[in-house]
T-cell receptor
Framework: GAVVSQHPSRVICKSGTSVKIECRSL??????MFWYRQFPKQSLMLMAT?????????EQGVEKDKFLINHASLTLSTLTVTSAHPEDSSFYIC??????????????FGQGTRLTVV | QKEVEQNSGPLSVPEGAIASLNCTYS??????FFWYRQYSGKSPELIMS????GDKEDGRFTAQLNKASQYVSLLIRDSQPSDSATYLC???????????FGKGTKLSVIP
């Protein structure tokens, strides 16, 4: 399957600081990338949809000014958690897919980033 | 609100048995269905995708889809302890390209 690389895998930061998470598609061009958040023993919750060259679409309840998404190229999307607080501590996962809305498009996930805000 | 429902489990099966995982979805127009496996602390990995009614087999895994009943299942034959994980059902709804995930079923294969 396609390879999606996410970095860093784990980060600890102080409350009030910002953290950037990178998501790269290594062997294909991803016109669309998705950012999820997963709290312990919960399912993945979609935060935002990132389309190359345009503004991200955020899900209801997700603050776009807090979770900044940049999808500047077909192989890279970044999520920046600004002014992080302990309640932002979670497992952040990106996924990427080729094509747009193709019926049989499959999403492949990055390794995930465990963010701990202290 | 598009919903994907799964029994949270845990589902315990003995090694070598068949594990049966079930999922229902609310969006009748959904076209694409996926099963992901997620080990603790790791991101999901795709196991199977299915788009048409009926069965789709891949090795020890069989996905079954019944659109009339809005039901999709995953069978794991000859279950192994390494299959112990949380299995996530995911659906792409009508007119969408976003995955909606169920909460997952935790499977435990007992040696």
């Amino acid at each position: 399957g396609a390879v999606v690389s996410q970095h860093p895998s784990r980060v600890i930061c102080k409350s009030g600081t910002s953290v950037k998470i990178e998501c790269r598609s290594l062997d294909f061009q991803a016109t669309t990338m998705f950012w999820y958040r997963q709290f312990p023993k919960q399912s993945l919750m979609l935060m935002a949809t990132s389309n190359e060259g345009s503004k991200a679409t955020y899900e209801q309840g997700v603050e776009k000014d807090k979770f900044l998404i940049n999808h500047a190229s077909l192989t890279l999307s970044t999520l920046t958690v600004t002014s992080a607080h302990p309640e932002d501590s979670s497992f952040y996962i990106c996924s990427a897919e080729a094509g747009q809305g193709a019926r049989n498009t499959e999403a492949f996930f990055g390794q995930g980033t465990r963010l701990t805000v202290v | 609100q598009k919903e994907v429902e799964q029994n949270s489990g845990p589902l315990s099966v003995p090694e070598g048995a068949i594990a049966s995982l079930n999922c229902t979805y609310s969006d009748r127009g959904s076209q694409s269905f996926f099963w992901y496996r997620q080990y603790s602390g790791k991101s999901p990995e795709l196991i199977m995708s299915i788009y048409s009614n009926g069965d789709k087999e891949d090795g020890r895994f069989t996905a079954q889809l019944n659109k009339a009943s809005q039901y999709v299942s995953l069978l794991i034959r000859d279950s192994q302890p390494s299959d112990s994980a949380t299995y996530l059902c995911a659906v792409i709804g009508a007119g969408s390209y976003q995955l909606t995930f169920g909460k997952g079923t935790k499977l435990s294969v007992i040696p």
